[in-house]
T-cell receptor, first 116, second 115 residues
Framework: AQKITQTQPGMFVQEKEAVTLDCTYD???????LFWYKQPSSGEMIFLIY??????QNATEGRYSLNFQKARKSANLVISASQLGDSAMYFC?????????????FGKGTRLHILP | EAQVTQNPRYLITVTGKKLTVTCSQN?????MSWYRQDPGLGLRQIYY???????DKGDVPEGYKVSRKEKRNFPLILESPSPNQTSLYFC??????????????FGPGTRLTVL
């Protein structure tokens, strides 16, 4: 069975510093996808970034990058130059790749607080 | 503008009274999905659909039904709601890594209370 673990329930980071949010996963599937989402206090869910397990390079999207270490089964989210608006709950998720069972499972989240 | 519309946004109902939460997307995505979010449990997938007339169970499908008769709509049906279905529900459209969709959009959420 697949499992996602986010070990940091909460983090406090000074504005403008880089942030790393941890995510480890467990799966027996040979191919899979990894996702990160943001949920601000207003409640909406925002997709941030995606990494396929077969991708040669780590995914990047603006200030977000996914530090994918396949052997360690980790998919940490890195936010460069953090901003006050980055304060939110962040969820890591994974799914087997297409043509199979396509469920997406989520970690329990990390609440990030950016301090001015 | 890419949009996922969910209705209603808020609903208070009573046990056993059938209800439907609608979800509609304007991006021609094949993949759509429903999630519920509960404190301490994070998000859990209820059902997903990979295309018209193709639906499958997520992690917590009990007590829910879905249908996908057309690409843009993916309603969530609670035939006989119970208090343990009180939750925040999100519909989503698109799935990175599948087909032509490289992103995923969520609806604004439906806060459901079952008394």
């Amino acid at each position: 069975a697949q499992k996602i673990t986010q070990t940091q329930p909460g983090m406090f980071v000074q504005e403008k510093e880089a942030v790393t949010l941890d995510c480890t996963y467990d799966t027996s599937d040979p191919s899979y996808g990894l996702f990160w989402y943001k949920q601000p206090s207003s409640g909406e869910m925002i997709f941030l970034i995606y990494q396929g397990s077969y991708d040669q390079q780590n995914a990047t999207e603006g200030r977000y990058s996914l530090n994918f270490q396949k052997a360690r089964k980790s998919a940490n989210l890195v936010i460069s130059a953090s901003q006050l608006g980055d304060s939110a709950m962040y969820f890591c998720a994974m799914s087997p790749l297409p043509n199979r069972d396509d469920k997406i499972i989520f970690g329990k989240g990390t609440r990030l607080h950016i301090l001015p | 503008e890419a949009q996922v519309t969910q209705n209603p946004r808020y609903l208070i109902t009573v046990t056993g009274k059938k209800l439907t939460v609608t979800c509609s997307q304007n991006m021609n995505h094949e993949y759509m999905s429903w999630y519920r979010q509960d404190p301490g449990l994070g998000l859990r997938q209820i059902y997903y659909s990979m295309n018209v007339e193709v639906t499958d169970k997520g992690d917590v499908p009990e007590g829910y039904k879905v249908s996908r008769k057309e690409k843009r709509n993916f309603p969530l049906i609670l035939e006989s709601p119970s208090p343990n279905q009180t939750s925040l529900y999100f519909c989503a459209s698109g799935r990175p890594g599948r087909g032509s969709s490289d992103t995923q959009y969520f609806g604004p959420g439906t806060r459901l209370t079952v008394l």
